[in-house]
């Protein structure tokens, strides 16, 4: 009996750990709705946004709206970021517990979460550089390098002298601020350890997560074309998988955000730098 109430006070001072997620599981404060709705929400977000930034240029009489709409991803993206940190606080509210735990430990001493973060990108980024040229390979017959979304085809080049330069301002220094903490904690953070919890089974969270974490990419932007759309999602799969798989050893998001930043940074910069050039 002392060991059991040790073992429940630890769970409830850790209300992100695996233990706490299955009291909460088999009590019923965790349904599958809530991670489900994250997962896929967060790409029917996307389209959304691009959307309604279509819309707009519709209304402005742009040649084509939809394609035209796909450069402005890193600024509607955030808009995606509204709507699932949105349901994240609605889940973890009725769960009884705070956006924040979510989070897991940060270890600021010594730079340890610093450190331990760069040393992930390391590790990752090569991931998603070879899971590019792979993509690149089974679609095209080719090898390239791909580490970028697609920034709407040929199509938006012929309007991209027209965004304006708080675009660049913007994508550069907020978009990735918002969008990488966000990102981590819809799919690692909330929805991975969940279903894990749910499921029973390590596997079955990894590929339902993993599949709609890569899908995601082939909606940033929505290019209505199949060769972009397989591109996009087999590109990121190499990294995402090692990026749950490292997450599930040590259940802390900031050094996974950390990792993750140079990343969309350099995404940002190739974006913003393509359409400056054009």
């Known amino acids: 009996m002392p060991e059991l109430r ?13 233990s706490a997620l299955r009291a909460r599981t088999s009590d019923g404060g965790i349904s599958w709705t809530g991670p489900l709705v994250l997962i896929v929400g967060r790409s029917a977000f996307l389209v959304a946004a691009q959307a309604v930034v279509a819309l707009l240029l519709l209304v402005r009489h742009a040649p084509t709206p ?5 450069s402005w991803w890193t600024v509607y993206g955030n808009l995606a970021d509204l709507g699932c940190l949105a349901l994240l606080w609605r ?4 769960e009884g517990i705070s956006l924040r735990s979510l989070f897991g430990r940060i270890c600021l001493r010594g730079g340890r979460d610093l450190w331990l973060g760069l040393g992930l990108c390391l590790l990752i980024f090569p991931l998603m550089v070879v899971g590019g040229m792979f993509a690149n390979w089974l679609v095209f017959g080719f090898f390239i390098a791909s580490t970028a979304p697609a920034a709407g085809g040929s199509a938006a ?15 550069l220094c907020v978009w990735w601020v918002v969008w990488t903490p966000t990102e981590q904690l819809t799919y690692q953070g909330f ?27 082939s909606f940033l932007p929505l290019v209505l074309d199949w060769h972009s759309v397989v591109v996009r999602f087999v590109m990121v799969v190499p990294g995402i998988a090692v990026t749950m798989l490292i997450y599930l050893r040590i259940r802390r998001l900031a050094p996974m955000i950390i990792a993750q930043w140079p990343m969309d940074i350099l995404v940002a910069l190739m974006t913003t730098t393509s359409v400056i050039h054009r």
């Open 6 to 18: 040790e073992h429940s006070a630890a769970a409830t001072a850790v209300p992100n750990s695996i």
């Open 91 to 94: 889940y973890t509210r009725a």
């Open 157 to 171: 080049a012929s309007v991209a002298q027209e965004l304006p330069f708080w675009r660049t301002i913007y994508s």
């Open 66 to 70: 939809w394609t035209s709409a796909g």
């Open 191 to 217: 929805a991975l350890p969940r279903l894990q919890a749910l499921t029973g089974r390590t596997w079955v969270a990894l590929v339902l997560v993993g599949f709609w974490w890569s899908l995601q990419h």
